[in-house]
């Protein structure tokens, strides 16, 4: 299955072309990209699900969104083994806070020595959860509502709409939802013969979000 997804998503996201990918991350991305976060990226290389990980070009967008919104309070709906998470973890303060939420636990800790090293773990909150519940967990808590500054999306795609009705009440006016995969590889502007029957469901989820 890795492959079949490998082959119809490109690594390289809308470039198509790896050399061009290799260049901007040679040049642009790893030479920014934080000794820990390297780490954690290199661990992750040799699990089985490794193409789920945030890519290092998305983690410096995502750097920068955080600091340009000056983000203190986050949430994170889907982790693996926390690239992105630590990537946060170490843009937003010190007292900064990170609501993490995953169904997964066992990839968090791929991760989790990592975040320690680096000396953030004090930041994350980790809930063991669906995403639905926790959302909604968190909206029922008085003075969470319109308080968090970023949010940041990468989990089943089929139900990115509900978290993000949920979300749109939790982020305060001003701050930002981003998401993950919302032209999944391109399949968005395919045709629809054009696309493998095991890419259409998360397909179709993203357009309907677009």
């Avoid at 986050?74 to 998470?85: D, F, K, N, Q, R």
């Avoid at 009705?165 to 919302?182: P, S």
Wanted: glycine share 6%; aromatic share 8%.
């Amino acid at each position: 299955m890795k492959s079949a997804v490998m082959k119809q998503v490109k690594n390289t996201g809308l470039l198509q072309s790896e050399e061009l990918h290799q260049y901007i991350l040679k040049t642009s991305v790893y030479p920014r990209e934080p000794e820990p976060l390297k780490e954690l990226r290199e661990a992750t290389e040799s699990h089985p699900m490794c193409f789920m990980a945030t890519s290092p070009l998305a983690g410096q967008l995502i750097s920068l969104m955080l600091k340009l919104t000056n983000a203190k309070k986050t949430i994170e709906v889907g982790v693996y083994t926390g690239y992105s998470l630590l990537l946060t973890a170490l843009s937003i303060p010190a007292d900064g806070k990170i609501t993490a939420i995953d169904v997964d636990r066992n990839a968090y800790e791929i991760g989790l020595p990592f975040i320690r090293k680096a000396g953030v773990e004090h930041k994350i909150n980790f809930q063991l959860s669906d995403a639905q519940t926790a959302l909604d967990n968190l909206l029922q808590e008085e003075g969470n509502e319109g308080s968090f500054d970023f949010a940041f999306v990468d989990a089943d795609k089929p139900n990115y709409k509900k978290y993000h009705e949920r979300l749109i009440k939790l982020v305060k006016v001003g701050g930002i939802v981003a998401y993950d995969n919302t032209l999944w590889g391109g399949t968005v502007a395919m045709a629809e013969s054009e696309v493998q029957e095991f890419m259409r469901p998360n397909r179709d989820a993203v357009v309907e979000l677009n």
